[in-house]
RNA sequence: GGAGAGGUGGCAGAGCUGGUCGAAUGCGCGCGACUGGAAAUCGCGUCUACGGGGCAAAACUUCGUAGCGUGGGUUCGAAUCCCACCCUCUCCGCCA
């Protein structure tokens, strides 16, 4: 959600964002258009409300005095008629005012390179060496099959497509991963473990911008009116929705763990196999409410936090620029994190770091105040993966699969399997 | 799921035979006085949103409106009465 008074100050501003995201900028002269009358609505009530409330305490002092109240009770409920009037105007209109607020996107930083789609992301740095193998490295799902620990076909009987199973050492490593990395996230790294709740009201949703824009892509429980979370994002931003934070408690770090669902609508045909793209998966999330002062300062923490899991398992990856094109609804600026799959031969996904700034915060309702005084004013929401667990493991298996079939354990998870160094044909299941 | 009780400001807690209630009181918090400093004490202050005016603008200020779980209703007027929903607590049932 915007701030209405910018959009009042900057239209022009605000349509020129909205065209370079190929959104209709004539919907800001139709909220401007609105937006007036609703002024105009409010003074006019307010005035009637004012002379409602005079006229009205009359007839208390009149009923002591033992007068007649008759003839001005009925002034003032035609007074209360015409407030109704507006009333009911006002309302339709805020509807409406809401209902364009809550679709326009946030406003990209200047930062943000310009580019149309994925492919103009730009690369800041690269870690790690991409590894030379001597035999021709396997995809993670070809490994995970082999060794036992991944079986996709049962996943599917029980389920349907785009759904997975771990078994055995493939379950206990996707169990080590997300230990890890909450342990790293939370004894290290300053983040408060929150473990949420996966199903919430429309209400979170909205606060954290999934709806209503972006329904079809989330999987709901109709009897129930809750949602199954996309990702931790919604219940760790909704965490202090309607609330107003002490000044000096910002920032504030939160990382949980979760399941996190999606409908992949739209993505038919897209990394079809393996762990990359389904309907669940696991994912530790971090989330910060920053000072609108240093949003982007935290921002750089964040993606370090998330970088440091990475370069502990020893996983060659790069950073990336979102570009314009590929940015999204709620963020100003986004880093990726992209691992490389060597059994692919690309670079893959696993972490996304954004800066929403105010606009979750409106939308949640989410500030801060100093204990001194002064008025409340947003906080900045930033969120991150750190990392998503399933493509980590998919990671791992790719990189640190050996000639004879086996998977090397990485030494930092080592203590998080009782000491296994490898998963073994033989071991498996 | 059944029976009962209840949801008031940061917290506790009055008000709930409708008008003078944004709401007593206490605590907390902020500022000031006292003190070598602190505690105690005393004084002042202390919610938010929206709309209009003042200010280049923010801060701030002033006027007005709204808010006592949420949404409706009754009424000239609702924290107070009625309805629906949500939530909390106690007891029973069920259950990991």
């Known amino acids: 959600m915007l701030d209405i008074k910018l959009i009042r100050k900057e239209p022009e501003m605000v349509k020129e964002s909205l065209r370079k995201r190929k959104s209709d900028p004539s919907l800001i002269d139709r909220l ?44 003032v409920r035609e007074i209360g008629d015409e407030i109704k009037r507006l009333n009911d105007e006002i309302r339709s209109l805020d509807v409406e005012i809401y209902e364009i607020m809550s679709v326009i996107p946030n406003i990209p930083s200047e930062k943000v390179p310009p580019g149309k789609d994925d492919s103009e992301n730009v690369e800041v740095r ?44 493939g379950a206990a490593l996707e169990r080590a991963l997300t230990s890890f990395m909450l342990d790293v996230q939370t004894r290290e790294r300053g983040y408060t473990e929150i473990l949420p709740p996966f199903l919430v009201n429309p209400e979170s949703m909205l606060g954290s911008g999934q709806l209503p824009k972006f329904e079809e892509d989330l999987f709901k429980c109709e009897k129930y009116n809750l949602y199954l979370i996309p990702t931790a994002e919604v219940p760790l931003t909704n965490y202090h929705a309607n609330e107003i934070i002490d000044e000096e408690d910002l920032p ?16 038919a045909g897209k990394d079809t196999r393996g762990l990359t793209r389904n309907h669940q998966f696991d994912k530790v999330e971090l989330v910060k409410f920053t000072h609108p002062d240093n949003s982007y300062d935290e921002l750089e923490k964040m993606l370090n936090d998330a970088e440091e899991i990475l370069k502990r398992l020893k996983i060659p990856y790069r950073v990336m620029i979102i570009c314009l094109g590929d ?24 972490s996304s770091c954004s800066n929403c700034t105010d606009f979750q915060a409106r939308r949640a309702n989410i500030r801060f105040k100093s204990r001194k005084g002064g008025k409340p004013d947003y906080v900045h ?28 354990v990485p030494e930092v998870l080592r203590p998080y399997m009782h000491g296994l160094e490898a998963i073994m044909m033989t071991e498996a299941g």
């Open 32 to 75: 401007l258009d609105i937006d007036e009358q609703r002024r105009d609505n409010i003074g006019k009530a307010d005035e009637l409300k004012n002379t409602r409330n005079v006229e009205s305490k009359k007839i208390g002092k009149m009923k002591k005095e033992g007068k007649d109240i008759q003839p001005q009770a009925k002034k």
């Open 126 to 169: 690269r870690w790690g060496e991409i590894p030379e193998f001597s035999f021709t490295p396997l995809p993670h799902w070809d490994i995970g099959e082999k060794l036992d620990i991944l079986d996709i076909p049962r996943a599917v009987k029980l389920s349907k497509t785009r759904f997975t199973l771990l078994k055995g050492m």
């Open 252 to 267: 504030l770090y939160y990382s949980g763990y979760s399941a996190c669902f999606r409908s992949e609508a739209g993505s």
């Open 327 to 350: 940015l999204g609804f709620t963020p100003v600026f986004k880093y990726d994190l992209e691992f490389w799959a060597p059994g692919q031969n690309r670079w893959v996904e696993v």
């Open 381 to 408: 929401t930033l969120n991150g993966s750190g990392l998503a667990v399933g493509r980590t493991l998919a990671a791992v298996l790719e990189n640190y699969q050996n000639e004879d079939g086996s998977v090397t």
